[in-house]
């Protein structure tokens, strides 16, 4: 059985790894960006010009890795684990298949919305090229399995690999609990979480054990692994913006993927008699592609913006009104990253009540991202709006390894996605032992 880390050994992000399922085949997990190379090279104005030069750079996989396997599997659709696929518009018969979550999703919204900014060199240019692209739960069963885990995006996937020599388990970025759980038990969260999930009891490790039975390789990722990380748990996230929501006007700010941070947003505004309203194109899009129209009427989620959009099943509110709601405490607004809009029309509107914004990431924020919030914060003054940060990893914590080990008995570990390789092998040779 062989393993090959073509690219995230030693870094956090940038993910490759082939695995064979056959004497002369392979498949690839993930061809991500990696970033602290995309940084080295490229900023706000010196921008890319082709996804072939950012591989020649290192940013992203060699091409040859791609071409002439078997088929490509992404784990879910952060940059740093999706990277490019261009080279599906190639004249080339060695194309792989390619797997993506959300498939419709991917081509779009995310393909669309790409082709306005420099990540137009990531994606296919091509209508038929696109339409090569399968879903993440359409991969073969014969060889590979896709295992839904929980993650700051859904949804994601682990991949179990079924090679001649053995099983290879391929975790992607995986936490081991999500962020709906202080809410099990309710009515519309177990509905909710059997449409996400399969199961009201589902529980991604042991889903895992189940399709893959003996693992003999485990690629595990380390994201927190010597990071000085907060370790919030799903109850501290859910409790600190419960108490935020108690008094105050609310704004979230949050990635566009992260469909459980919005969830749990929209769940405690359920609970406190609120409605939630989405303001944004990908966000809205997003969520009323992955949350059934039915839980989201239940919830009291709506959505608006300067116009309607087609296609949306959900409830549109104008734009002074959706405001107007917020700033009476009504409604709890929910946004990926535009904030500054929303100060704008507080600004043009005057409203002159305190709001909060909660700023929530899931990943340690990168230099640009912090300039970034620099300007948010002269406009947040303009406006009244109070930031804080609110911050619950989309990864496991370190003393949850042992959990993952216990649980999956792998033969062998591969990390990845990790700046110390080094001290989780050193863990996982006192784990087995024991």
Known sequence: MTVKVVSGSRTIGGNCVLVSVSRDEYVVLDHGLRFDVFRRYYGIYTQPLSAGEMRKLGALPPLETLLGVKAAFISHLHLDHLGSLDYLDYDSEMKPTVYVPLKGYYRDIIAQSWRYSWRSVLVPHTFSSLNTVKDAEESPSGYVRSVKVFHSTYPSYSYVVHGRDGVVVY??????????????????????????????????????????GNVDILVVEGTNFARPVAMLEPGDFANLAERVLAKHPVVASLHPLDLESALVMALLAYKAGLTTTLYGTRLTKYV??????????????????????????????????????????????????????????????????????????????????????KRQLEWFKLANMQPYRLRVSGHYYPHEFKDIVRVLKPRKLVPVHTAAPKTMLALFERYAQS
Not at 192 to 199: D, E, P, R, S, W
Not at 346 to 367: Q, R
């Open 288 to 373: 009323t592609h992955a949350v059934p129209p039915r839980v989201l009427r239940e919830l009291g989620v709506s959505y608006t913006g300067p116009n309607r959009q087609p296609a949306v099943d959900a409830e549109y509110v104008e734009l002074r009104e959706a405001m107007g709601r917020m700033v009476r405490r009504e409604s709890v607004v929910l946004t990926d990253y535009e904030t500054v809009d929303i100060a704008r029309v507080l600004i043009d509107f005057g409203y002159s009540e305190l709001v909060v914004v909660l700023l929530v990431t899931s990943e340690p924020s990168s230099e640009e991202y912090n300039i970034e919030v």
């Open 171 to 212: 975790t992607g970025d995986i936490r081991t609990k999500t962020l709906l759980e202080p809410f099990r038990g309710e009515p519309v969260v177990d509905d909710l979480y059997k449409h996400l999930y399969g199961a009201s009891d589902y529980n991604p490790l042991e889903a895992i054990v189940e399709v893959a």
